[in-house]
């Protein structure tokens, strides 16, 4: 049953919306900010009866659909904006939706209506030597999941030093890329505190996804484990209190969490180069030895796990590139 309850600051809310076959996940937040109008953080996917979810929640801190008068999305996955499109049309008026420009594509009709598929996904599964079966799988989840929200092809572009401010909030945002190339946390200076999307989340390690979809990237150079660590270091800069997190709990220990993030990966790091030290591999062929509890379906994020850490361990001098296949092979140095 979906929690109803603000998160202990005042005209702060949170909206939590249950995620049906999602367990990690727990659920995906929403944040409701001022006294009104209001500022809408994000919208959960849109699962059968996740609408009324967010209306039933949204009246009982007071407000309506009508009261928001903008929404700012923290990163172009479908947990984050599924349902903002059908929020615009039931508000009345205009609600301006904003992303950072470098994930804007992800809430288009044309990237969505593709399956969110496109040649660039053949490419990647062949270099890193997955089995037709679950590739052919992987294509209907991520056709399945275009069902899961409505495009918006009028987004606002937003960029890191963007403020946003109301008669009782003051909001950065700060682009912390690495989740996806545009993904934000927004800071409000007031209280000291962190809205994070899925840059920061109390009881799993967040994945720096690879972005397949290279031929999108403003940058074509874009590795997300470096950019994450890069921005986990930009968080470090900041006087924050409490962190209100895209899906699951709030938190209070950002330092001790950023601490135990970069142990993390350091440590995976660590252990795809030993993985690597006896002979060249093959990215799909290393999952057994790094992830030997892989649940099913999860490939996909295994093998982009791998590869962001192999990159870290290129830049670092300690594994190279040694044939570019398909698949393509990987060895210690």
Known sequence: MAQTHSPGMEHVHMISVPLP????????????LGSGPVTLIDSAPKFPGSLNTVQSQLESFGFTFSDIERIIITHG?????????????LSGHDVP???????AWRLSRNYLESGMWSEDSVTFIASMGMPEEIAQRMKRRSAFFKNLCDPIDDVLPLQDGDVFTGEDFELVIIHTPGHSPGSICIYEKRRRVLFSGDHILKHITPN????????????????????YLQSLDKLSQLCV??????????????????????QHHAQRTQDIWHALENRPRVVF????????????DEEWLAVSEILVHLEILIDEGRAELCDSGPPA?????
């Open 21 to 32: 076959g999602f367990p990690d996940l727990m659920t995906a937040n929403m944040y409701v």
């Open 77 to 89: 996955h479908i947990d984050h904006f599924g349902l903002a499109s059908q929020i615009k049309s």
């Open 97 to 103: 939706c904003y992303i950072h420009e470098d994930d």
């Open 208 to 227: 720096p996804f690879h972005e397949v979809h290279r031929s999108r990237l403003k940058d074509p150079t874009y590795k997300s484990l470096v950019s």
């Open 241 to 262: 209190e409490r962190v209100f997190t895209g899906h699951g709990d709030p938190l209070d220990d950002l330092p001790g969490l950023l601490a135990s993030y970069r």
């Open 285 to 296: 062929d290393l999952i057994p030895e790094v992830f030997p509890l892989l649940k099913p």
């Open 329 to 333: 092979m990987f060895q210690a140095l």
